[in-house]
């Protein structure tokens, strides 16, 4: 306030109509001229990296496009051959959503029940959220893949835990039926950050309801699935569906710790699509498979986001919410 | 009384025991680090002699190049991406969070869209695009998309950092407005020293995202010499023949260890970006 009457008083004149006068049409344009300067990276983003490469690839899922050779356009034929005939996109398929399906609940249980633990648990909460943050840090790094490996080997450092407690265990990289267990379990030890995001939640619990559920007589289960869960219900739709949106992605840790095998037991998608795209360059087949990707992911989101009215639950929907 | 000390005691027993399981395999780790391979397959937490050969070694196990090179490769591509992400990402969140200009709401959706956009979509076309700019085993590939906001998580932090923004008092445009700032002005002079903190939260992510970048980084860089940590650490693993873990393990570790120090010293905006917008760390 100060400075706008200094600047009044230095020039020495009300501030107000030489402005006006100077060009009117320019002021009327300056913000919208000005926002698209300041957005303008992203829009050409947007245009460049963005919308036109989705255009490309699926202008490419319908040619023979290899790098090398001429494009051919080839209609459905990378579809057709996709859906009815190509065995390892079943595998794959079949590969991705089991790992969807074991590592995103188990991972969001587990960071809810320990953020539950860790909210009450008011001393040293920086300590434990350290901790159990740490390997969230670290997980996504192919270093960590790498440990993973050997811990998990035939000779690794579980089996030779589970043997010095009797349990002969076989190699859990080596074996088909549990190499998909191992990726899965790397996926769920980095719970850490979904459980940060759910500590946020549960801050965000107004206190009054536990105490006037607790004078109503309800005991800590009873609160925990009446006022807990639907209040932190909005937090665990947007945890399920960024987890389930980046388990389908998939790709360092399956890559590098077992790349897809044994017996093609952890060939998830991603990797599929990399073998065609990068291995035998077939551009037009690997993109056929992207956009199938794609729409398989969005049909999970919709699902997710539809059967979230029965479920999610927002506050302004209640007389709460209305009575403020 | 005494119950609720009890609950609050066992609630802590649970909590140390808990937090011990999920660093176990770290400080088994730094054990496995020192070992030699005989040693490895041992339950033992620690070697039974501290191998530090294994550090040394392993820093030159790749013929022809050290370590050194790939950490002078990856700090520079990571400089290069992180000056590009925060001017582009803190200048389209200015607009966004600032300005008034027609068809804002709808670009704003498109941000948004953008933001659950699964990756993999695009890698095939812009590796074809990317492959026609003759920008295959350059660092292009990744500066550019950071320059223009479209990197890994670049709308992210424009989402982020348009909250940040969206927060910050008016008042202060305007004071500054009729003090003859330009939009320009009160972007550089006013709203980005304050942004800082949001700033300093898309740095760790963004260092982050690119250390672990390991497609982008495999399908981008083909020669040894420009090759970044994670790609030298896969050459390793891959010389099938007599695999030296401890040393592999060695120079894990040491890739591990900028995200662990950017960790610990920046710890409190780490938690609030997460909490704020949902982040995956």
Known sequence: MNRTANAASNTGAPLAPPIKKRGSWLKRWDAPIAGYLFISPW???????????????????FTNYTLMEDIKWVGFKNYD??????????????????????????????????????????????????????????????????????????????????????????????????????LIMLSVWQFGSSMVIFLAGLKQIPADLYEASSVDGANKFTQFWKVTLPMLSPTIYFNLIMGVINAFQMFTSAYVITNGGPMNSTYVYA?????????????????????IMLVMIVIVAVLISWSSKYWVFYENDTGRGKRK | MITSRWKQATRHVFMIIFSLIMIYPVIWWIGAAFKTNAD??????????????????????????????????????????????????????????????PLKNLWFSMLMMTMMLPGQVLIIPQY?????????????????????????GGTFFVFLLIQFVRGLPKELDEAAKIDGCSWWGIYWRVVLPLTKPALVTVTIFCFLWNWDDFLGHLLYINSVDKYTVGLALRMINDSQSGLQWGQLLAMSLVSIVPATIVFSFLQKYFVEGIATTGIKG
């Open chain 1, 271 to 291: 990797l599929y699509l990399y073998e065609r795209a990068f291995g035998r360059y077939q551009l037009g087949y690997a993109s056929a498979l992207a956009w």
């Open chain 1, 43 to 61: 829009i050409i983003g947007f245009f460049g990296l963005t919308l036109y490469p989705m255009l490309l690839s699926l202008y490419y899922s």
């Open chain 1, 81 to 182: 051959r996709i859906i009815m005939h190509d065995d390892k996109f079943l595998q794959s398929i079949k590969v991705t959503f089991l790992f969807v399906l074991g590592s995103v609940p188990l991972k969001l249980i587990a960071a809810l029940l320990v953020a539950i633990v860790l909210n009450r648990a008011v001393r040293g909460i920086s300590f434990y959220r350290t901790a159990i943050y740490f390997p969230s840090l670290i997980g996504g790094s192919i270093a960590v893949s790498l440990l993973w490996r050997n811990i998990f080997g035939v000779d690794g450092f579980f089996n030779k835990m589970l043997a010095s407690i009797g349990i002969d265990a076989p190699g859990w990289i080596t074996n088909p039926h549990t190499a998909l267990w191992s």
């Open chain 2, 128 to 152: 074809a695009m990317f492959h026609q700019f003759g920008w295959i085993n350059t660092y292009w590939p990744f500066i550019v998309p950071h320059a223009l906001a479209a990197g890994a």
């Open chain 2, 40 to 101: 490895l397959s041992s339950p033992n937490l620690f070697p039974k002699q501290w191998q530090w050969s294994n550090f040394t070694d392993g820093w030159k196990s790749i013929p022809g190049h050290s370590f050194t090179d790939f950490y002078i490769n990856t700090f520079g591509l990571e400089l290069a991406v992180l000056v590009t992400t925060l001017a582009s990402c803190s200048l389209v969140a200015f607009g966004f969070g600032r300005l008034d200009f």
